[in-house]
Nanobody, 129 residues
Framework: QMQLQESGPGLIKPSQTLSLTCTVS??????????WSWLRQPPGMGLQWMAV???????HVGSHLKSRASISRDTSKNQFSLQLDSVTPDDTAVYYC?????????????????????WGQGTQVTVSS
């Protein structure tokens, strides 16, 4: 059974860099056809896809975040991570890591729940001074 678990700082100050890690168990993140994403849900808003890293290391980052976000992985630990620079209070959200297969990875709102098969429980990140 696949499981995903997010870890992060909880509270972070504006202008700092947010680093989140997703630890995956039950499957190797380099297994063919798997895609691993970060999504977030700000208060009162729908799910927003942020970035994906494929089983072969290929990455895509949402254009609205491209200058601030990066996604990477540590295959020795079976983890993938998100880094978001220069955070503002608008980055306050519940952050999720999730898994899908194939080449479709972009989603928004409720459609994300249908596209991604396995999810972490989510981690609250609050940006505040």
């Amino acid at each position: 059974q696949m499981q995903l678990q997010e870890s992060g700082p909880g509270l972070i100050k504006p202008s700092q860099t947010l680093s989140l890690t997703c630890t995956v168990s039950g499957v190797n993140i380099t297994t063919s056809d798997y895609a691993w994403s970060w999504l977030r849900q700000p208060p009162g808003m729908g799910l927003q896809w942020m970035a994906v890293i494929f089983y072969d290391g290929t990455t895509h980052v949402g254009s609205h975040l491209k200058s601030r976000a990066s996604i990477s992985r540590d295959t020795s630990k079976n983890q993938f991570s998100l880094q978001l620079d220069s955070v503002t209070p608008d980055d306050t959200a519940v952050y999720y890591c999730a898994e899908t297969t194939g080449t479709n990875y972009y989603c928004s709102g409720p459609r994300c729940r249908g596209l991604y098969d396995y999810w972490g429980q989510g981690t609250q990140v609050t940006v505040s001074s």
